[in-house]
């Protein structure tokens, strides 16, 4: 087994004893994102489709310093406070998965960290 850990700049650190992801043979893990702006290390201010986005855009460039992209998602699951953002989330994730989207889940759960509304994690074929 080859494990390799992924980390760039171009996303936001991990926020506890994690990796931003991790590669196994041909697979990539990306652990759960969060809305942060990488740049600024704040939580997104915004709808949840703009938080959507920030996740996606966080995703993919942890999945480019992996020498993938997302076009090669395999599955994706996401973490929602509010099912009732469960339309407007899939608007937003639409526009980025427009061909061959990856197998999917989204859950309710009671919380996430930093009390965000949203949080995707992916895996991602290399």
Same mark, same amino acid.
């Given at each position: 087994? %080859? +494990?390799?850990?992924? =980390?760039?700049? $171009?996303?936001?650190?991990?926020?506890?004893? /994690?990796?931003?992801? *991790?590669? *196994? $043979?041909?697979?990539? /893990?990306? =652990?759960?994102?969060? @809305?942060?702006?990488?740049?600024?290390? $704040?939580?997104?201010?915004?709808?949840?489709?703009?938080?959507?986005?920030? &996740?996606?855009?966080? #995703?993919?460039?942890? #999945?480019?310093?992996?020498?993938?992209?997302?076009?090669?998602? *395999?599955?994706?699951? &996401?973490?929602?406070?509010?099912?009732?953002?469960?339309?407007?989330?899939?608007? #937003? /994730?639409?526009? %980025?998965?427009?061909?061959?989207? @990856?197998? +999917?889940?989204? *859950?309710?759960? #009671?919380?996430?960290?930093?009390?965000?509304?949203?949080?995707?994690?992916? &895996? &991602?074929?290399?």
């Amino acid at each position: 087994m %080859h +494990r390799t850990i992924i =980390s760039t700049d $171009n996303a936001p650190s991990a926020i506890g004893p /994690y990796s931003q992801a *991790v590669s *196994v $043979n041909s697979t990539l /893990y990306i =652990s759960g994102q969060l @809305p942060i702006n990488p740049e600024t290390g $704040n939580m997104l201010e915004g709808n949840i489709g703009d938080k959507t986005n920030q &996740i996606l855009k966080n #995703a993919a460039a942890i #999945a480019v310093a992996a020498g993938t992209s997302l076009e090669n998602a *395999v599955k994706t699951t &996401i973490f929602l406070t509010d099912l009732g953002d469960f339309k407007e989330v899939n608007e #937003a /994730y639409a526009k %980025h998965f427009t061909d061959s989207p @990856p197998a +999917r889940s989204t *859950v309710q759960v #009671a919380a996430l960290p930093l009390a965000s509304n949203i949080e995707i994690e992916f &895996i &991602i074929a290399t």
